[in-house]
């Protein structure tokens, strides 16, 4: 995947096909050039994987955090969110991903972070940025954003050994009136989610009230993207699925997981493109996500990526 992405080059002489739908009217997004892969200074603190490509194994089942891990969970999903909210003055038709990436990059260097999905697993961006039809996992390339782009960025940081993990939609410039229903109902499922959260709740109730919350809005559910549990590990225990459910596990004051719901206007049925990344929805259908880590406390939870 690695060596593929360093020697991709896929210019489009075309723009991508431009569809009037049921769904609304919007660009179907297909994967442009992917510029070079960036170097992290050498006195940046790494993840396990950003040489060897693969992330170490996070802890067997869900860790309860002490006071001084909860803290620095804390610092990384602040500078996360600091970020979201830094990249949205940049977001205007002409713009590319890639510039998007790159302002990103500069400012979690700067800030001596590590951008965690760079060489996560061979990825070869500091942000995942998907749009309109990209369910997740887009790779920034050479597309500049055209009027009426909904677009996800997916921003985590590894700041002093400990991962933080938040996403958001934006809008470039005017989208129609179908893609701001989308966002607000993916709003509302992350919302609602998160209100129920507390010591002894089942995990299940996370999905089963964001699918109830997205099937009455009349959009579906993308089941196979989950959120999870964070720490000194990107990806670890517990699993949390968004679609409706009940399998076991219980909140408990300690935890820190993420959710981030993904909401199709159409089928929830996605492929993977070549790149081995993009995933896109089979019918071309938009698609939004927005995501938190949260911690349960003692008596509810904190949203430590507000
Ligand atoms: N940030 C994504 C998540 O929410 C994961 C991206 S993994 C990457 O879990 F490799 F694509 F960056
Ligand atoms: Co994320
Ligand atoms: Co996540």
Redesign the pocket.
Same mark, same amino acid.
């Given at each position: 995947m690695f060596l593929k992405n360093l020697f991709r080059k896929k210019p489009k002489a075309t723009p991508c096909k431009f569809i009037n739908n049921c769904f609304g009217s919007y660009e179907v997004i297909e994967p442009w050039e992917v510029t070079e892969i960036k170097e992290v200074p050498s006195y940046i603190t790494k993840p396990s994987y950003s040489k060897s490509l693969r992330p170490r194994d996070g802890p067997k089942k869900p860790e309860i955090k002490d006071k001084n891990q909860i803290q620095s969970m804390r610092d990384s999903c602040n500078f996360a969110k600091q970020i979201l909210t830094h990249i949205k003055k940049y977001i205007k038709p002409g713009v590319t991903t890639d510039e998007l990436d790159s302002i990103v990059h500069e400012m979690i260097i700067n800030n001596g972070a590590y951008p965690s999905p760079l060489n996560y697993k061979g990825f070869p961006k500091s942000i995942c940025t998907s749009i309109n039809n990209v369910a997740c996992h887009g790779i920034p390339d050479k597309r500049p954003l055209i009027n009426g782009d909904i677009l996800n960025i997916d921003v #985590?940081v590894y700041l002093h050994g400990y991962h933080g993990?938040c996403s958001e939609m934006f809008e470039v410039e005017k989208c129609d009136n179908e893609a701001k229903q989308l966002i607000n109902i993916t709003k509302l499922c992350l919302k609602s989610a998160i209100d129920i959260c507390k010591p002894n709740e089942n995990l299940s109730s996370i999905g089963n009230i964001i699918e109830e919350t997205a099937s009455r809005n009349g959009y579906s559910i993308i089941p196979v993207f989950t959120?999870?549990g964070?720490g000194t590990y990107f990806h670890g225990p517990p699993d949390i699925f968004h679609f409706a459910n009940d399998f076991p596990g219980k909140m408990l004051p300690g935890m820190t997981f #993420?959710i %981030?719901p993904i909401l199709s206007q159409g089928s929830y049925e996605i492929k993977i493109l070549e790149d081995g990344w993009t995933a896109v929805t089979v019918d071309n259908a938009r698609t939004a996500q927005c %995501?938190h880590t949260i911690l349960i406390t003692d008596t509810g939870c904190d949203v430590l990526t507000r």
């Open positions: #985590t993990d959120g999870h964070i #993420t %981030e %995501e």
